[in-house]
């Protein structure tokens, strides 16, 4: 904790990503009593807004106060969750209880909530509230079937939310919940405890049958086979040996530096994951040093990223609530109409109008079908809000292995003769395949390039180590003595191997051409290295460097002045569906990027043969250095086709004219910028303004660690871009959590580590996420503007009807019989079958969908108003009464001298009122069939066929009761008879309406697309404009004009 100015506020994990505030608060007497008045005078409405509003709550209850006298404290932070430091103090001082007492118990404890919790919390959401506060209205106003009606649905809904919460902290809980018994090593002794008494600190030995890890722990000694699937989606087992030891001379630069988990993640057992299998030398236990339990774990982090997932911002969400606030507005203009002494009464009872109690369910009855339908598709969604985020992309980002191309690699040649010996032996030992069940295990390049030798692999159990031997000569066998894993952060691995009857060791060392080439003697790399590995890179290939060197008998190596070998040449080809996919997407104008951790001109040759750069367009590679010997950071710029041709970069101005003109859309040739995770690391500290201008065109983002790549995904979403992420679940976890759409391609039904998996092992489930995600939204703005119009419709009914009433079973029919139906029918049209190149609108807050809903609503308006004053200006028109026939009244009848007598009771059954009611029901079907959207988003209407039958079957009952009066039918609806010729005026009047409704929807619909490209990026062509203004940067590389005139490229 660092103190600030103040005493009472404190700040925690200052300067990192998850920095938060802690305030202190002291309970105050005199502002308990003040609540409490203030909740018996609001009747306990106080006491609901301050639980849902606990900040609230604090600062109404408490006064501030020092963090260290506090009763309260208040945490302010955007995620909710605490993340202990990274970095793992000494605990040598202090024994096990003392440590016990300080991190607590080692358990990740996700209690299963009580059923009566559960509904406690449930029934306190604001949307039950006021549901309850309008069945009280209702049973108030005796309208007992509509409430009744209501609280079935509210029970079943409720009970329906009950169980699948129940059932996930169920899953969680069985998920979380192990309990084993460990071995640890005190005073050079074994004791076994329970896995809930760990702390940090303590030293545990790892079993050598394998166990599931209780904690995160870093190995100190002896190797690890380890399963890490849960965590990362990695279904190939991979290989943790011990920390370097400083006082050995191991490691070099990584044992110097203090243990962080990142850095030294080879050396980390992560809790939850699967130990497959130890190696021990000398007799030595495997032993792993505790350094994170409970929550603070890799595991508990995952626990507590599902338990309190940060909240999805979505503009469609939060104009939804504006556009319910509007509603309680209108219900306002109704007020004028109550009497003095039922205004309270009456104002109420039209907010319930106004805003309807079913809209919460109607809206996510588009999700839950879109999410049915993905799962038909082999997509499954853990996040099923994030559905209509998807429907927004328009960037997606891939790996390239595994995602672009296919997992498995063949090897195409050698460089060099195979017939060298030290050339094979390094194919045959530099890995990290091990033997489970008698079966080779492991990187499938490493499997491929020992089976390519022709060797086989000998597991010495007793010895503990691995021996490869030659299949034609028996004798020649070399044992694997240390193994040094892969790091993507070094590129490389290594191993230390003897051969049988040496007394001298050999270091094998494999990895990127690049990176094993600096660490060789010069003169044994040849002269041509760099164009070699250049023309074999260009043509898509996957290039792998062998070293070797000879051990001196002191038992220290550092990995330089090694002799170069050679290289192998391994070729990943692309998947089927690759090209087509990114055709595809490219035609929707949807961009693509590819963000991997192989070589730089590997990457750009595959993304060219995928289409992802096309032919005729160039590429930049930028390459930035840091600062060194007291010299800025720079950036040079180079073409991939002409590296001879470079540029630095204060060399020529930018021209910022027609940044957003809508001709430099159409240019033929295109400029895409390709650089580095290093390169990309110093723009991103050194050069934070140009960063964000290489993100409008940067297309290949090559050698990129994890971490980086999830800060790409942060950049893209700061430059306006829906972003979504597809990957094999391997190194991508954080980018999947971090972009809007993030899919992994597993084998899992459900990965806790993206919102979408996908069991299709090709990136076609992409264009079938975005058009779900599509159908989705527009179900959602369809469903909200249907509901608008209905509570509008019948808020103009109930207002012009201000001196008589809708009838209980009236308000029955509308919203059960007619919404909810159409409703949960009107949201199960299908996604189109292809992605077009307009994007829906992201909030409900725009012109077009504003424009739509204010015509529909004066329209509804007009015709209601005609048709209230139309049937008073009719010959036969009275004051209904129940002796009154006027079925088949023929001739006009002038009875004006009665209209002003008074009405039955609840003065219901009259003309105007069963007028009203006709024409209402039948706008109720007129809109639901004019906002229900079909192409370019979703199927047509007329292939939904539940939406066709439920809409025709409404409209003959309709019909045939109007013009064919049942008297049972009548009595139920409380409506009355009235003459034949009125019946066609009606329906003439219906006729009308409908067309009119359709015509100036189709209208609206062509002068201002509510899908235009117009429409779908003003925000991001403005901000990006804003950024090529920046004064700050004034000078870059020429094709920056180009690149930025293409923005939706």
């Known amino acids: 904790l660092c103190s600030m100015e103040k005493e009472d506020l404190k700040i925690l994990n200052k300067g990192g990503e998850e920095e938060m505030e802690l305030q202190g608060y002291h309970l105050c007497r005199w502002r308990l009593v003040l609540v409490g008045l203030g909740v018996l005078c609001t009747g306990g409405f106080l006491l609901l807004l301050l639980y849902w509003m606990p900040e609230w709550c604090v600062k109404c209850t408490c006064t501030r106060t020092s963090v260290r006298d506090a009763d309260v404290i208040l945490l302010r932070s955007t995620v909710s969750c605490l993340n202990s430091p990274s970095r793992v103090s000494h605990f040598l001082k202090f024994s096990s209880l003392l440590r016990k007492l300080f991190f607590g118990v080692n358990e990740i404890a996700v209690k299963v909530p009580s059923l009566f919790k559960l509904l406690i919390k449930e029934v306190l959401n604001p949307f039950y509230i006021f549901q309850l506060f309008s069945v009280i209205l209702w049973s108030a106003d005796e309208y007992y079937y509509y409430a009744v009606a209501i609280v079935i649905m509210s029970v079943i809904s409720i009970a329906t939310s009950l169980y699948t919460i129940k059932k996930q902290y169920v899953m969680l809980h069985d998920m979380v919940a192990t309990h084993s018994i460990v071995r640890v090593s005190v005073c050079r002794s074994n004791d076994e405890i329970l896995s809930t008494d760990l702390v940090p600190g303590d030293l545990m030995v790892i079993p050598s049958n394998g166990t599931i890890m209780p904690c995160d722990a870093v190995l100190v000694s002896g190797t690890c086979i380890v399963n890490e699937s849960m965590l990362t989606g990695e279904s190939v087992p991979v290989t943790k040996t011990n920390l370097p030891n400083p006082f050995h001379g191991d490691g070099g630069d990584e044992a110097d530096c203090p243990y962080n988990t990142e850095e030294h993640k080879r050396h980390t057992l992560f809790c939850g994951t699967n130990v497959i299998q130890t190696r021990f030398y000398t007799g030595e236990l495997v032993k792993a040093v505790v350094v994170r339990t409970g929550f603070s774990t890799a595991k508990g982090q995952l626990v507590r990223s599902i338990l309190y997932p940060k909240p999805t911002d979505f503009k469609l969400y939060h104009d939804a609530y504006i556009f319910l606030f509007c509603l309680v507005g209108v219900a306002a203009i109704g007020f004028i109409y109550s009497i003095a002494l039922s205004i309270i009464h009456e104002s109420l009872d039209i907010v319930t109008i106004t805003v309807p109690p079913a809209l919460p369910a109607a809206m996510t009855a588009g999700i839950v079908y879109a999410q049915r339908r993905l799962k038909n598709l082999r997509i499954f969604c853990i996040s099923p809000q994030r559905i209509n985020i998807c429907g927004q992309i328009n960037l997606v980002c891939f790996d390239k292995t595994g995602t672009l191309t296919e997992d498995g690699l063949d090897l195409w040649g050698v460089q060099r003769n195979l017939v060298k010996s030290q050339f094979v032996a390094c194919m045959a030992t530099c890995h990290s395949l091990t033997k489970i069940d008698g079966q080779l295990s492991g990187d499938p390049l490493d499997l491929k390039m020992f089976e390519a030798t022709g060797w086989f692999s000998v597991h010495d159990k007793k010895a503990n180590f691995v021996c490869v031997c030659a299949p034609m000569q028996s004798t020649y066998e070399i044992g694997i003595v240390r193994q040094f894993p892969f790091s993507s952060t070094l590129q490389r691995m290594s191993v230390v191997a003897r051969l049988l009857g040496e007394k001298c060791m050999d270091a094998y060392m494999k990895g990127a051409p690049e990176v094993v080439a600096s660490l060789c003697k010069k003169e044994t790399v040849p002269e041509n290295f760099a164009e070699v590995l250049e023309g074999y890179t260009k043509q898509g290939f996957r290039v792998i460097a062998l070293a070797h060197r000879r051990l001196e008998s002191k038992l220290t190596w550092h990995k330089a002045k090694m002799d170069f070998l050679g290289l192998i040449i391994m070729q990943n080809k692309l998947k089927a569906e690759t090209a087509g996919v990114l055709h595809d997407l490219h035609k929707a104008r949807i961009r693509t990027v590819m963000v991997t951790g192989d070589n730089m001109l590997t990457a750009i040759s595959v993304a060219r043969d995928c289409g992802m750069i096309p032919p005729q367009d160039t590429v930049i590679i930028a390459d930035a250095l840091p600062p060194h010997n007291g010299q800025t950071a720079k950036i040079t710029w180079r073409y991939a086709d002409k590296p001879a041709l470079t540029t630095r970069l204060g060399e020529v101005n930018i021209s910022l004219e027609d940044v957003c003109h809508e001709d430099a859309l159409k240019r033929k040739e295109q400029y895409h910028f390709a650089m580095n995770g290093k390169s990309f690391a110093v723009i991103a500290e050194h050069f934070p303004d140009m960063l964000h201008k290489l993100m409008l065109h940067g297309t290949v983002f090559a050698r990129m660690a994890p971490d980086q790549k999830t800060q790409l995904i942060e950049i893209l979403q700061d430059v306006d871009y829906y972003v979504g992420m597809c990957g094999d679940g391997a190194n991508d976890c954080g980018a999947l959590k971090r972009a809007h759409g993030g899919i992994s391609l597993s084998e899992l039904e459900a990965s806790v580590a993206s919102p979408f998996t996908s069991k299709t092992p090709n990136i076609s489930c992409v264009p079938s996420l975005i058009r779900e995600g599509r159908a989705a939204l527009i179900t959602s703005f369809c469903v909200f503007k249907f509901m608008a119009l209905y509570s509008i419709i019948q808020y103009i009914s109930v207002t012009l009807l201000y001196s008589v009433n809708l009838g209980d079973f009236q308000f029955l029919f509308i919203d059960i019989a007619i919404i909810l139906l159409i409703v949960f029918t009107m949201s199960l049209n299908a996604a189109w079958k292809e992605l077009v190149s307009c994007r829906p609108p992201s909030g409900l807050i725009s012109a077009p969908l504003l424009l739509s809903v204010i015509t529909q609503i004066l329209i509804c308006l007009g015709f209601q108003i005609f048709t209230f004053l139309l049937v008073k200006q009719q010959p036969w028109y009275t004051v209904w009464e129940p002796i009154t026939d006027v079925c088949n009244q023929s001739s006009y009848i002038n009875k004006s001298d009665l209209n002003d007598t008074e009405a039955d009771d609840h003065n219901i059954q009259n003309f105007e009122n069963t007028s009203i ?34 809409v025709a079957s409404l409209y003959a009952f309709l019909l045939f009761i109007m013009f064919h009066p049942v008297e049972t039918i009548d009595d139920f609806l409380d409506i009355v008879c009235v003459p034949v010729e009125w019946r066609v005026k009606l329906f003439i009047i219906i006729l009308v ?21 117009f429409s779908v990026l003003p925000m991001q062509c403005a901000h990006l404009c804003l950024i090529f203004t920046d004064s700050r940067s004034s000078l870059a590389f020429k094709p920056f004009l180009k690149v930025a005139v293409c923005l939706t490229q």
């Open 917 to 950: 009611f006709y024409v209402s029901c039948f706008q109720y079907l007129i809109v639901a069939i004019v906002f229900s959207k079909g192409k370019p988003f979703r199927q047509p209407s007329y292939k939904n066929w539940p939406f066709v039958l439920s």
């Open 993 to 1013: 309406n409908a067309t009119v409704s359709v015509l100036v929807e189709v209208r609206s619909a062509g002068n201002i697309s509510p899908f235009s490209s």
